[in-house]
């Protein structure tokens, strides 16, 4: 039974920092590439980041590029998302998932196989 089980959520002030984390069962963690998307209430779930199955690939919204920094180790079959100067607007819950390695990195939800149930990150002004 593939698994994914995010943790590392909780409460910070604006412009502290959270580390997730998430770890896979029940798959080959090294034939997937890996996913970070969040969703704010009221609005679609977005894209964050992957990574590549290798680490050697890295892709980022736009708008988050600086702040956070997606990776993974294949030895604990655990991929992280380390997030830094959070700002309110970064409220959301986390989601990671994992979508079977291509060649490029994915951003769109229906690319990713399978996901995890989240984690709730609140950055209070």
């Known amino acids: 039974q593939e698994q994914l089980t995010e943790s590392g959520g909780g409460l910070v002030q604006a412009g502290g920092s959270l580390r997730l984390s998430c770890a896979a069962s029940g798959l080959t963690f090294t034939n997937y590439d890996m996913g970070w998307f969040r969703q704010a209430p009221g609005k679609e779930r977005e894209f964050v980041a992957a990574?590549?199955?290798?680490?050697?690939?890295?892709a980022y919204a736009d708008s988050l590029k600086g702040r956070f920094t997606i990776s993974r180790d294949n030895a604990k079959s655990t991929v992280y998302l380390q997030m830094n100067s959070l700002k309110p607007e970064d409220t959301a819950v986390y989601y990671c998932a994992a979508d079977f390695s291509t060649s490029f990195l994915r951003r769109r939800i229906n690319d990713y196989d399978y996901w995890g149930q989240g984690t709730q990150v609140t950055v209070s002004s």
């Open positions: 990574i590549s199955w290798n680490s050697r690939s890295t």
